[in-house]
């Protein structure tokens, strides 16, 4: 770990630098609600995240090429829940894909009629599901403030034409396949959210984490109804138990009970087995017995 320099910290995760010039990316147990960091970890949730992104990379990978270099090779402190990753040059755009109509898309539809610069019918509310998946994309913006909806033309001005119409197809088939294999399992996925670097011989990786329920919004598919507000698959628990508390989502929000803690930690775990048909390890050491 001493090897390892601190380059940056998400709300959730951290990215540090090894002197081979390698990325690591470590997925925290830190949990976000209504964007307010939480002070109460979710066990396992940095694991559950961590792996499910893997999964996802390997089943993504003749789509797209990804950063993941090894998830194995890592300081023992961070096992199961840290990305050796190649380092790219970031694409300075956020590849949103959205199936549904929800949160600022939903908003920005609601005044204009419009996502992004692509016109939708009339009539749709909330959670309504579009006819075809469309590329919403954005700027990324500093910590603390939020992202600009841009047009294609806006990524155009930003990237080329080549890379913005690749960016596009690489993140409307990337939320295609998960959609689909996710629906097969009873989850609806609503949108996505992905980051691509270039790599040196200007090829586009897909980097970051991918088709985690922190990158997308999860929906269970059995108690979907278009016009109701959508539950979330993995924060539900966290959010109803916020409401009932009266945290005004601006304050320090208060601890989470540990009946909620394992609820949502729970879910993590299950969106992962439903999705994957695999178990959750954990892969921490277990207690010693006798
Ligand atoms: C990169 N982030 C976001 C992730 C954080 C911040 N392969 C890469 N090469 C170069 N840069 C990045 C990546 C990746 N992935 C990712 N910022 C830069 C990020 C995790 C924790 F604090």
Redesign the pocket.
Known sequence: MRDFRH????KV???YESPDGL?L???SDRISAYDVVLPTPIPDKGRVLTQLSLWWFERLADLVPN?VVSATDVPPEFAGRA?R??????VPVECVVRGYLTGSGLAEYATSGAVCGIRLPPGLVEGSRLEMPIFTPTTKAPIGQHDAPMTFDDVVDAVGWDTADELRTISIQVYHRGAELAARRGIIIADTKL?V?WAPDGTL?L???VLTPDSSRFWPADTYEPGRRPQSFDKQYVRDWAARTGWDRTGPPPEIPDAVVEATRARYTEAYERLTGAPFASGRPAPATG
């Not at 380059?7 to 998400?10: A, E, K, Q, T």
């Not at 990753?85 to 970031?90: F, N, P, S, V, W």
């Open positions: 380059l940056h910290s998400g995760r951290d990215l990325l990316m470590v997925a950063h990305i990753c190649r380092r790219l040059e970031m980051e670097g990786v980097a970051d984490e």
